[in-house]
T-cell receptor, first 114, second 116 residues
Framework: AQSVTQPDIHITVSEGASLELRCNYS??????LFWYVQSPGQGLQLLLK??????LVQGIKGFEAEFKRSQSSFNLRKPSVHWSDAAEYFC????????????FGTGTRLKVLA | DTAVSQTPKYLVTQMGNDKSIKCEQN?????MYWYKQDSKKFLKIMFS???????INETVPNRFSPKSPDKAHLNLHINSLELGDSAVYFC???????????????FGSGTQLSVL
């Protein structure tokens, strides 16, 4: 089945440590790829997106993500995590299936230790 | 100025009641959505409208009826509420879905619906 997978439900890192959140998709063609962040009690906010071109994309808040076609992955990274990064992170794809749709992964909850 | 605003933020009601959630966007987008986020944070598309026309209806019970009086508004009416309807409902809008460069979803802050 076509899907977006975030294998890590929870991740805990110490403040200042590096972070990588995993995302894999299973679609035949390369879809448009997104990472969104959801702070408690808030809607989702776009961190970054990939459509084409350079496979390493930069986003807001110091985040970056790398598209790897061979692995069908779009992992999110940050070199040094801040306590304010604690939130829920969602990978999403945009693709046509009759109509254009955004499909979200199940999310990864990030906890940051002081 | 809030880009996508939805009201109410919290909605607590009894089973069997009918309730509505309103959404407005001031971004000039043609496309609006309703998403449902369950207790496990899974986010699932319910409906999408483009310029007041329904384009996505994702096997949602017909107790849920979206209404778009104009392209800046997309309301969600729910009849005969059930316990399983308890969730957070998000409204969103986007410019040019599928067109690339300017594409992104703008979300409202959500409506937490609790059915007792």
């Amino acid at each position: 089945a076509q899907s977006v997978t975030q294998p890590d439900i929870h991740i805990t890192v110490s403040e200042g440590a590096s972070l990588e959140l995993r995302c894999n998709y299973s679609y035949g063609a390369t879809p448009y790829l997104f990472w969104y962040v959801q702070s408690p009690g808030q809607g989702l906010q776009l961190l970054l997106k990939y459509f084409s071109g350079d496979t390493l994309v930069q986003g807001i808040k110091g985040f970056e993500a790398e598209f790897k076609r061979s692995q069908s992955s779009f992992n999110l990274r940050k070199p040094s995590v801040h306590w304010s990064d604690a939130a829920e992170y969602f990978c999403a794809v945009g693709r046509y299936s009759g109509t254009y749709k955004y499909i979200f992964g199940t999310g990864t909850r990030l906890k940051v230790l002081a | 100025d809030t880009a996508v605003s939805q009201t109410p933020k919290y909605l607590v009601t009894q089973m069997g009641n009918d309730k509505s959630i309103k959404c407005e966007q001031n971004l000039g987008h043609d496309t609006m959505y309703w998403y449902k986020q369950d207790s496990k944070k899974f986010l699932k598309i319910m409906f999408s409208y483009n310029n007041k026309e329904l384009i996505i209806n994702e096997t949602v019970p017909n107790r849920f009826s979206p209404k778009s009086p104009d392209k800046a508004h997309l309301n969600l009416h729910i009849n005969s509420l059930e316990l399983g309807d308890s969730a957070v409902y998000f409204c969103a809008s986007s410019p040019n879905p599928g067109q690339g460069t300017n594409e992104k979803l703008f979300f409202g802050s959500g409506t937490q619906l609790s059915v007792l």
